[in-house]
Structures are given as structure tokens and as C-alpha cells.
């Protein structure tokens, strides 16, 4: 949930119970009860996961009903609580990351999320197998062609209204619409069709971390029953739907499913979050002086010139091999550098980019070589073979920082060329099993370095991890 988004939603008066007093299992109920859920899930042939803001709450995202969440604070006549990060650099939870591996080793076949924080998405569940009910904060959508665009920052508008991009189909070019439901408006038709058929289909729906108040979404869990299917929530307070569960399980999320997925044999995979950018330099030729060169460098959003890179603070930009000039640093978006200089000479831009909060390193450095007289050629790698090599070298080296180069367009008028970078910013590790049967509690180290399964055997041994260049 965010907090911009709930301030963006019209005033209602009536927003249902909130408040509630938590409810804690004493632990022996708890495990029993971890164990029962194993085995349902286990036992399986169609396992759907109905999701709510209780699973986010431990990324440092408040939720709404809670103790402490935002309509609890403004019935009470308090503002709304301060989230730990900037929502754009929520990462994962253990929750979020066990259910990515519970789709990978097919037992969920289907997740519904109320939630519009993009969570789901970002730690890697397919699109086709996710139905956002109320609309995704970083989700832009074509009303035209019906293109969907996933953004790295939060999209400024809610209620399906216009915002300020569009379509970026050459056939389309209709204005885009944010995807996030106000109060009054009705469940997009594609998500909630999805979600009924795959509810009656369910022969367990499995609710995380939701109060089950929000109709229609809340009587989606139900259509299982009539097949036969059997409801499961796992919640921290009581909520309509208990009496006609099957199993209800009160005590943190990821506890419950660290506990499941130790009783699965199922490891809580890391997460690295990789975010793209582009760097232009265009060179134009001085009419008077053939042998000048003006140039511009640009990094910027490959999401167009005026969106913004939220996760860069500044930019340094030095000259590795030319001392004699000075080193730039950018403050400003769009981040922009204008030199003038002997087209002759080539030079190495050495491009230090600096990350702001909620990033597991401070920094990394790009080098980028520059020579104006040699026309370089231009490419398109496979991004989803790019991006699984970086995620897989992050992991391996255990930190982040690295880059890799997807795509290179030349431009002739003027004379330029755009490279589009992907680069690991965060790694979150989950240590989730201890070699017993019993849960844990569960937290996310998310400070850039991995931290080692306490189940595997490290033989008294500290393993020394070094960061790549600039991390």
C-alpha cells in the first residue's frame, strides 16, 4: 500500500472495521496448525493465493486496519504513518519471494492481490498468472491497444484517469491511464474474471495478511467452497470470513510461510532488484571548425526524457585518461553534461552513478568510451537472458552493483547513440530455515550483502564476500 495512495483516494467515511486487536496463536497451536497448512498445500491440485497489505507490512509498507495502519491513525484523528523507505524501493518479503518459488515449482497456480504496490511483480510472478484487483501504482495501461507498461516509480494519478505519457506503439499513440481503482470504481473485468474462474477451480485458497472486508474481492475465496475447495487465512485479526474457513491461522505472515516452506523442503529464493537506464551522447559539428565537436551526455529514463530515475541522487563524471579536465557532478534531473572539445582525440567517460535511499550499495561506476571520428554499431541483446545473467552474477558475488548493456539504438540527426543499462541495485537474502521443523522469525537483510542459510554447513568458516567496482 502506498501512502500517496492512500491520500489520493476520495474521502469516504465508511471504510469498514479497523483497529482490531492483533491475535497471536500460543506457539505449540501455531507450529500445529504450520503443519496442517503443509500438508494442504501439499496434498494440492490447485493451489490460489488471495493476498492483502498484511504481506507488505514487514517491506516497511503500513497497511490500512492494523494497529498502526493508515485509516486506524486517521479515524483516531492522527496523519498517516511514515513508511521506512520510498515506495518505489519496497523490496520482497519472505512471503512475497516463497510464493514466487511455490509458482516455479508448480504448485501455485493462480495469486489474486488487492494490493497495489507491485510487489508481486517485482519478485518475479508471471503477469498471466496474477490478478491485481485494485489496480498496480507503477502500472500504466493503453485503453486503445491495451499495452501495459510496468514503471519504476509510482504513476501520479488514481481512478483509471489520463496521466502523461502514451502509447509508445507507433500504430497507437493513445494516452495512457493509471490502473489503481478509486472508492467508486468497479473491478477491472479481466482481473476479475481470472480470479473467479480460478477461485472455483481452487481446491485450496490460501488468503495472506487480509482482513477479507473489501467487497467483491473479500467473497472470492469462497467460490472454492462449493466445489469442495477449502478456505485458509492466515491473518493477524479476526475477520468475516473465519467462520467459514477451514483453518485459521493468527500470527505473522512470513513466519507462517517460512514455517510451510521448511516442511515443503522448498528454499525462499534471494531477491535482486535490477533497475534500467539510458545514456545518450549526441555530437554535433561545429560549421566554422571541422575539427570541434560539441557533444552532449545524457542519463535519463527508459521511460522517456521526462520521467524521473528514482532510484539515482547524482552523477559524477570524470575523465580517466584526460587529467587536464574536470570532473562534472549532476545534481538535477534530467542529468546532463555539454562539453566542447578536439573531435580527434578519443577520450573514457567514467560515469559514477549514485544511488539514493533504499539501495543496497551507495554507488557503481560505468565506463563509457568515446571516440567521435568511429561510427560504433548498434545492438539488441535478449533482455530476459541479460537480466537473468546479472540476477545470477549478483547472487553468485553476493552483493550489487553490476551492470550489463541491453540495447544500443544509433541515431543519425543529430549524430548520437542511446545505450540502455540494466543494473542490480539491491539484493535481499532470506535466512528462513534452521534445521528444525519449527519456524523462525524471519528478516530480510537487505544491506547488499547475502546472508548464508543457517541449515547449510558453513564449517566454522566466515565467508569473506567482495563487492564489485563502486559497490
Not at 190 to 196: D, G, I, R, S, V
Not at 294 to 311: D, E, M, N, Y
Not at 324 to 352: G, N, S, W, Y
Amino acid at each position: 500500500m502506498s501512502l500517496g495512495y492512500a491520500e489520493k483516494l476520495s474521502y469516504r467515511e465508511d471504510v469498514g472495521t479497523v483497529g482490531m486487536s492483533e491475535i497471536f496463536d500460543p506457539p505449540d497451536l501455531l507450529q500445529q496448525k504450520i503443519e496442517e497448512l503443509a500438508m494442504l498445500i501439499k496434498k494440492s491440485k490447485h493451489l490460489v493465493v488471495f493476498t492483502g497489505a498484511g504481506i507488505s507490512t514487514s517491506c516497511g509498507i503500513p497497511d490500512f486496519r492494523g494497529p498502526k495502519g493508515v485509516w486506524t491513525l486517521q479515524r483516531e484523528g492522527k496523519g498517516v504513518p511514515e513508511a521506512s523507505l520510498p515506495f518505489h524501493r519496497a523490496m520482497p518479503s519472505v512471503t512475497h519471494m516463497a510464493l514466487v518459488e511455490l509458482e516455479k515449482a508448480g504448485i501455485l497456480k493462480f495469486l489474486i492481490s488487492q494490493n497495489v504496490d507491485s510487489l508481486h511483480l517485482r519478485s518475479g510472478i508471471p503477469r498471466e498468472k496474477l490478478s491485481e484487483l485494485h489496480g498496480n501504482s507503477f502500472r500504466e495501461l493503453c485503453p486503445s491497444c491495451g499495452a501495459e507498461y510496468l514503471r519504476d516509480f509510482e504513476v501520479e494519478t488514481i481512478g483509471m484517469k489520463e496521466t502523461s505519457r502514451r502509447c509508445s506503439d507507433v500504430n497507437c499513440g493513445a494516452k495512457l491511464r493509471d490502473t489503481v481503482l478509486d472508492w467508486e470504481d468497479a473491478l477491472p473485468p479481466k482481473e476479475m474474471n481470472l480470479a473467479e474462474k480460478h477461485c472455483r477451480m481452487a481446491d485450496v485458497v490460501l488468503c495472506l495478511g487480509t482482513s477479507l472486508q473489501i467487497t467483491p474481492a473479500c467473497n472470492l475465496p469462497l467460490r472454492s467452497i462449493r466445489g469442495g475447495g477449502k478456505v485458509v487465512i492466515v491473518n493477524l485479526q479476526q475477520t468475516p470470513k473465519d467462520k467459514k474457513a477451514n483453518l485459521v491461522i493468527h500470527g505473522f505472515v512470513d513466519k507462517v510461510i517460512a514455517g510451510v516452506m521448511h516442511l515443503l523442503n522448498l528454499r525462499i529464493p534471494p531477491y535482486v532488484r535490477v533497475d534500467l537506464l539510458q545514456i545518450s551522447l549526441s555530437q554535433f559539428s561545429r560549421s566554422t571548425e571541422e575539427r570541434y565537436v560539441k557533444w552532449t551526455l545524457r542519463i535519463s529514463s527508459v521511460h522517456g526524457q521526462k520521467a524521473p530515475l528514482p532510484f539515482l541522487e547524482s552523477v559524477e563524471i570524470s575523465f580517466s585518461d584526460r587529467p587536464d579536465l574536470k570532473t562534472a557532478i549532476l545534481h538535477k534531473q534530467p542529468f546532463q553534461l555539454k562539453r566542447e572539445m578536439v573531435k580527434t582525440r578519443p577520450l573514457i567517460l567514467v560515469l559514477k552513478l549514485n544511488f539514493g535511499d533504499g539501495c543496497g550499495c551507495p554507488s557503481t561506476k560505468i565506463e563509457f568510451p568515446v571516440d567521435f571520428e568511429i561510427v560504433t554499431d548498434g545492438f539488441n541483446y535478449d533482455k530476459d537472458v541479460i537480466l537473468q545473467k546479472l540476477n545470477d552474477r549478483a547472487i553468485q558475488e553476493g552483493c550489487c552493483g553490476q551492470y550489463a548493456s541491453i540495447e544500443r539504438k544509433i541515431l543519425t540527426t543529430p549524430r548520437s547513440e542511446v545505450t540502455v543499462y540494466a543494473i542490480a541495485t539491491n539484493i535481499v537474502s532470506y535466512d528462513n530455515l534452521l534445521g528444525t521443523s519449527k519456524a523462525s522469525e524471519i528478516v530480510p537483510q537487505s544491506g547488499g550483502y547475502m546472508v548464508k542459510r543457517l541449515n547449510e554447513d558453513t564449517n566454522g568458516v566466515e565467508t569473506s564476500l567482495k563487492r564489485p567496482k563502486g559497490c
